[in-house]
């Protein structure tokens, strides 16, 4: 198959899953095309039959706001009817999926006809989307859709109650690949964070404020009265200036420790023994599975998608958003209970293999072929 993928290349689950799911794909001999503003961070790799096509967006002083949805449409028209595309998935439905639409007209007239797959990630539906200013478009472009998935029930859910959606919405899960997470990293910094051994509590987010990393700080202050132990947080965001002060401010400012963003989170995983995760809304936490599947279990709270990933007093533990002592006290419990923890760590990394790419990508390669099928029988 030749598929084209538009999704954003900035620090961000969305473009992490897009830009797997484009690697696993041309790995397995289709040919994607990967169209996006800059060169997506998790992109950094030569693959054969991988293909990048920046979007250029030129400045104008007529333009207080750059045209990038018209640059956008232009370039998937050229590239669908150069690079002869079968279908395009475009991830995050702002603007992407009224773009895609824009495209898909503008090919009919030139009688190509090319199927769009809409993926929703979170913030398009239960945040960004819900601002109503967007409302007729997203509806819109959502319906005008030839499919859509979303990446956790919850999602889907909360996509359907938010807005009349006449199409069906498919659930397909994010995914890992388990290979990367299986060797042991040499070059593992464990010791240089923890040279007494003491147990790291990891947090990795884009500090945004739906990440709720104040909440990180609290935890970890209640757990540290009782258990000697670390926190590493890992990421950068418009939150991060503030989280450092809070960091600074505690009792335990010399344990904490901000990294600051890493390309690939599978480079400072390994160091971590426990995950924290209490965002305010989730629609699936890709970073918990990751951490999953480097065998830590996770506290995270119980919004959105988080229940489908982290399983209640199996791979971790969940509570409600802002109950910081309840997270704090079920950390304490893992921590110092080896024979949970160990059950807990076995247990998150055997949950973490169902969502194993091997196990995902036929969900959507089944989906592209459908859809392949049925617009060559139109
Ligand atoms: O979490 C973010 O702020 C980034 C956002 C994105 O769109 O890049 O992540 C969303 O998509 C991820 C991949 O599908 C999900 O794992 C995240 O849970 C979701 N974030 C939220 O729903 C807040």
């Given at each position: 198959m030749n598929i084209g993928i538009v999704c954003y290349p900035t620090y961000g689950g969305s473009g992490v899953v897009a830009t797997e799911l484009g690697i696993a794909l041309a790995k397995k001999g289709h040919k994607v095309h990967f169209m996006s503003?800059?060169?997506?961070?998790?992109?950094n790799q030569f693959t054969e039959n991988l293909f990048y096509h920046e979007v250029n967006v030129n400045d104008y002083p007529?333009?207080?706001?750059?045209p990038y949805e018209s640059v956008l449409a232009s370039k998937i028209v050229d590239v669908a009817i150069y690079e002869r595309l079968d279908l395009l998935h475009v991830h995050y439905a702002i603007p992407h999926a009224s773009v895609a639409y824009m495209a898909q007209q503008i090919l009919k007239s030139k009688k190509i006809s090319l199927p769009y797959v809409t993926t929703l990630h979170g913030t398009d539906i239960t945040?960004?989307?819900?601002?109503?200013?967007f409302e007729p478009v997203i509806r819109f472009s959502l319906n005008q859709s030839n499919a859509i998935t979303s990446v956790s029930e919850s999602l889907m859910k909360d996509t359907l109650k938010t807005f009349k959606i006449d199409n069906k919405i498919e659930v397909i899960p994010n995914f890992i690949n388990m290979d990367d997470y299986k060797s042991s990293n040499p070059q593992c910094s464990k010791k240089h964070y923890a040279p007494n051994n003491e147990k790291i509590l990891l947090h990795v987010s884009n500090f945004r404020k739906v990440k709720r990393v104040e909440d990180v700080v609290a935890i970890f202050n209640r757990v540290r009265e009782k258990v000697k132990c670390k926190l590493v947080l890992v990421g950068d965001g418009p939150e991060r200036s503030a989280i450092e002060k809070l960091a600074r401010e505690s009792h335990y400012n010399s344990d904490i420790i901000s990294l600051g963003r890493i390309p690939n989170p599978l480079d400072i995983l390994c160091i971590g023994d426990l995950f924290l995760l209490p965002s305010e809304t989730e629609s699936f936490g890709l970073a918990a599975l990751e951490a999953m599947a480097m065998k830590m279990p996770v506290i995270s709270t119980n919004a959105g998608g988080l229940p489908e990933v982290n399983i209640q007093g199996k791979t971790g533990f969940l509570s409600d958003v802002g109950n910081t002592d309840e997270m704090a006290a079920n950390a304490v419990k893992l921590l110092t209970d080896d024979n949970l923890f160990e059950k807990f760590k076995q247990n998150a990394f055997t949950h973490a293999k169902k969502f194993d790419v091997n196990m995902i990508l036929p969900m959507y390669e089944s989906l592209y072929k459908r859809l392949i099928t049925k617009n060559k029988k139109k």
């Open positions: 503003y800059s060169q997506p961070f998790r992109l007529l333009f207080e706001y750059q945040l960004v989307g819900r601002d109503p200013a």
